[in-house]
């Protein structure tokens, strides 16, 4: 089992910048890659960026050069910082290992245009 805690959501203006945070706990030992998922209403949840324990990162193309996904795996927690922020991000994001079904609860992010 494991469990997963997103924070750091918020509302904020376009242009504007937010940081993310997934603590994971529970058995965690073998998680290789996360990634960072958003759900916006009325739509289906979409994948944003992967990062795998060693670093290597991917990106959706719309938040490539905005987002930048990070992750400290002696805290087992994965980030996501987000600038120039638009309104087109509004949506519920939530982070996931990959290959799991394991989701937290997710963290709102407003962006005001």
């Known amino acids: 089992q494991v469990q997963l805690v997103e924070s750091g959501g918020g509302l904020v203006q376009a242009g504007g910048s937010l940081r993310l945070s997934c603590a994971a706990s529970?058995?965690?030992?073998?998680?290789?890659?996360m990634g960072w998922y958003r759900q916006a209403p009325g739509k289906q949840r979409e994948l944003v960026a992967t990062?795998?324990?060693?670093?290597?990162?991917n990106y959706a193309d719309s938040v490539k050069g905005r987002f930048t996904i990070s992750r400290d795996n002696a805290k087992n927690t994965v980030y996501l910082q987000m600038n120039s922020l638009k309104p087109e991000d509004t949506a519920v994001y939530y982070c996931?290992?990959?290959?799991?079904?394991?989701w937290g609860q997710g963290t709102q992010v407003t962006v005001s245009s």
């Open positions: 996931r290992p990959s290959g799991t079904s394991y």
């Open positions: 529970g058995s965690t030992f073998n998680i290789n890659v």
């Open positions: 990062i795998s324990r060693g670093g290597t990162t």
